[in-house]
């Protein structure tokens, strides 16, 4: 998993709410046994006509947003399918960082497994944010200090769990972390193994 | 301290837990289907690991498998290539599998509880959201990301944080023809997409314990419609009994056993909630989805909303965009509103009695000259049993398709698509734009409420029928 320390890039406002998983990767998309290549489905329906023309009005189509690293978003974005395609859709096609008022939970999750930083911000904090992306102003993410740099001298701060910072500054494997925790997980379940032994 | 069953079960799987909170779960059972695996397989492959634990993994196709004759394979190479990895992948890694020709392939949450490897207690994961189902069982079920596959099949636990508890207790009893599919719509209604966000919800109350398991999962299945990260109802007598002798429930010695763990899952009288809803059985009516969101209900005798009352802007914007999308007028009333298909399955409502009481409706009846059904059995064995009770029958009679088992229409994936602007009076659990197909209109409602509209060819008030 790539590192996330600072980005700073334009972004692209996409102001609607509960946008759905079936929305950012529909699923004839679902079918790849890969992780990579799906930018280029990202909001497939609203990017591209019937006929597979580009959809000139859409945000995404247009630069300099067809560069944007950063997506700004309306409430419970993600929501929907558990589909990690969704995240890897997006970090295909160049976004590392979503702000958002709410995020769905599994969706959420997904984010920080490929290095993809999801911001929660107040409802004000977003619009404003949003106002910023529209004039073209770059953002600047600082993960390291929690902070979101707009050019003027108020930045926001956000709120991320210590764990999930530490695995995206790092660029941490989970699996190899938790494979350290071999032993525990080992006699945790040898005492469910005679607790429960229906189960084995 | 008094605990709830949502704490109970989460405290008995807690492998580790750090200082922020962030905690080790053990995880008991694993199932695994051909959309969201291939990827981590392909990650255990290349960084050299094995499954931990393949005895607890059980793998099936359903998302990509067409419901009409199967004797040729998949004609679609993408998704063929899909099935084939899954089987290989299963293969080489030791897990048992239900491929496209075993009588026991079906949707893997109808497959789960039906092999009795759904057991109380236990915490389930799959790659697939409406894992919530499984909570009916009162075992703690979510849906994860693939590389959350990868890792419960390479450690046998997840990196989780803990969730909040919710109860919904939902008192008293319900009008004749309104079903478990109209309770979970009308509470989706009542605390929007986003009301369970955070929470795991426990069902409480006289309508859940009346429940049959199958209803019990219909509500559990559409939890994350809701936001939640899982749904959980306490097991009783029915559980258990639902259980018994299922192929992989325990056996002999191990039954007692199991049973007597089980009888202690259940909410301590004095536990504290951090959120509770309650609702009046009395008060539900047949729902029918207008827009493109689960949370968009109506009644049966309600209308289409009308933007310009809406005072919330944000919300106008969604309800605008929503109507749009599915060409529909404001102020239209719910049973004026004419379907072209119906399709009935899915994880929510393609179990053995949700097809009975399909067939009670259209029994006699012809499905309307303007409206395309079909039935899609949510499993080998749901279609054995139905064709044993001669439910295929009467479908077939009454003129709709008898199809193969699988997720179908639901989500589009096969070829049972809606085509644009085609609408749907569909039993499956998501309304998005574009679910069932580019373009395609989907109105959520129960399988009675659907078999109605198949009839009607417009939404009818079921219980003026029944």
């Known amino acids: 998993m790539e590192k996330f320390t600072k980005l700073k890039s334009i972004a692209a406002d996409l102001q609607i709410s509960n946008i759905d998983t079936d929305m950012i990767i529909p699923k004839q998309f679902l079918k790849t046994i890969k992780r990579t290549g799906l930018g280029s489905a990202l909001f497939y329906e609203m990017r591209y006509d019937e006929k597979g023309n580009v959809i000139k009005k859409f945000i995404l189509n247009n630069s300099p947003y067809d560069k944007a690293k950063i997506l700004i978003s309306g409430k419970n974005f993600g929501c929907g399918s558990s589909r990690e395609h969704a995240p890897w859709a997006l970090l295909d096609f160049g976004i590392r960082c979503i702000i958002a008022e709410s995020f769905a939970d599994i969706f959420y999750n997904n984010c920080f497994k490929n290095g993809i930083l999801p911001i929660i911000l107040p409802e004000n904090q977003v619009k404003e944010l949003s106002e910023v992306a529209k004039n073209n102003k770059e953002i600047e993410i600082d993960l390291v200090d929690q902070k979101i740099h707009k050019g003027d001298n108020r930045p926001f701060d956000f709120k991320i769990d210590s764990f999930r910072k530490e695995c995206l500054l790092n660029g941490y494997d989970d699996i190899a972390l938790t494979l350290k925790k071999d032993s525990k997980i080992n006699s945790f379940e040898q005492k469910k193994r005679n607790l429960t032994p229906w189960l084995y | ?466």
């Open chain 2, 1 to 466: 301290m008094a605990k709830t069953l949502y704490d109970k079960i989460w405290e008995s799987h807690l492998v580790d837990e750090q200082n922020d909170g962030t905690s080790l779960l053990y995880i008991d059972r694993h199932l695994v289907h051909e959309v969201t695996s291939p990827q981590a397989f392909e990650g255990l492959r290349l960084s050299n690991r094995k499954v931990k634990l393949p005895g607890s993994t059980l793998a099936v196709v359903d998302h990509n498998v067409p419901t009409t004759d199967r004797s040729k394979g998949i004609a679609d190479k993408e998704s063929a290539i899909q099935v084939e990895t899954l089987s290989k992948n299963c293969k080489d890694f030791g897990i048992e599998f239900f491929g496209l020709t075993d009588k026991r392939q079906g949707i893997v949450h109808v497959i789960g509880p039906e092999q009795g490897f759904t057991q109380p207690g236990m915490t389930i994961v799959c790659g697939d959201s409406h894992t919530s189902t499984h909570g009916a069982f009162g075992a703690l079920a979510f849906g994860i990301g693939t590389s959350e596959v990868e890792h419960v099949l390479a450690t046998q636990t997840l990196i989780q944080s803990r969730a909040k508890n919710f109860k919904i207790s939902v008192d008293g009893k319900l009008p004749l023809g309104v079903t478990a599919k109209d309770v979970i719509l009308s509470i989706i209604g009542n605390i929007g997409t986003a009301g369970g966000t955070g929470y795991v919800i426990e069902y409480c109350g006289e309508v859940f314990r009346n429940f049959s398991m199958e209803e019990r999962m219909t509500v559990c299945n559409m939890s994350i419609e809701a936001g939640a990260r899982a749904g959980l109802v306490a097991p009783d007598q029915k559980t258990f009994d639902y259980i018994k002798g299922r192929p992989l429930a325990p056996k002999g010695e191990n039954w007692e056993k199991a049973v007597k763990y089980w009888s202690t899952l259940s909410t301590d009288k004095d536990a504290k909630f951090d959120r509770e809803l309650y609702l009046q059985g009395k008060d539900i009516e047949p729902t029918v989805t207008w827009g493109t969101s689960p949370q968009d209900t109506a009644s049966i005798n309600g209308k289409v909303p009308d933007p310009n009352l809406e005072k919330n802007e944000d919300r106008k914007k969604s309800i605008l965009r929503s109507l749009d999308y599915m060409g529909l007028e404001p102020n239209t009333a719910i049973q004026d509103i004419k379907i072209d298909k119906v399709f009935i399955g899915s994880c929510t409502n393609g179990r053995i009695e949700d097809l009975r009481e399909v067939a009670k409706i259209v029994k006699g009846k012809k499905v309307n000259k303007s409206v395309d059904a079909i039935v899609v059995p949510g499993s080998g064995l749901v279609k054995l049993q139905a064709e044993k009770e001669g439910l295929d029958k009467i479908f077939k009679e009454s003129g709709f398709d008898w199809r193969e088992p699988g997720c179908s229409m639901c989500l589009g994936m096969n070829p049972d698509q809606l085509k644009p602007k085609e609408r749907c009076a569909s039993t499956s659990n998501r309304n998005f734009e574009g679910r069932q197909g580019r373009g395609g209109r989907t109105h959520l409602v129960s399988p009675v409420m659907a078999a109605a509209a198949a009839i009607e060819g417009k939404f009818v008030d079921i219980r003026k029928i029944i």
